[in-house]
């Protein structure tokens, strides 16, 4: 079973944070901007329930000249109960976007 994720804005930052509660793994990252980005890397970190020691960043993109970005990994990335995907951009250029995160269980 598939689940979703979302976030939207017309202006401000990203900062979702992916935690259904359960066992999960990673299939997708969807991001769509109204137009190109702006300075600024967004990033998709893995948040260890088990501490900082285990967080890990999944994804580094620089949004300069991007409209859309799909990330999907070759591998879903599992993440354990209590275990959390945090995905943040500054906006700083205020562009209207959509986040999506595609997540399924184990």
């Known amino acids: 079973m598939i689940g ?3 976030a939207t ?7 979702l944070t992916v935690d259904p509660g359960r066992a999960w793994q990673l299939e997708e990252i969807r991001v769509h901007l109204s137009a190109a980005g702006g300075a600024g890397n967004l990033t998709a970190t893995f948040d ?4 900082a020691a285990y967080d ?3 994804l580094t993109q620089d949004m300069t000249a991007i ?5 999907a990994p070759e591998r879903p990335i599992v993440f354990e109960s209590g275990d ?3 995905i943040a951009w500054a906006n700083a ?6 986040v999506e995160v ?3 269980a184990v």
């Not at 804005?9 to 900062?15: D, E, F, N, P, V």
Request: proline share 0%; charged share 20%; glycine share 12%.
């Open 67 to 71: 409209t859309d970005l799909v990330y």
């Open 102 to 104: 595609k997540h399924g």
């Open 4 to 6: 979703t994720t979302r």
């Open 9 to 15: 804005a017309t202006s401000g930052a990203i900062a």
């Open 93 to 98: 250029s205020d562009r209207t976007y959509g």
């Open 48 to 51: 260890a329930n088990a501490g």
């Open 56 to 58: 890990a960043v999944v």
């Open 84 to 86: 959390r995907l945090v």
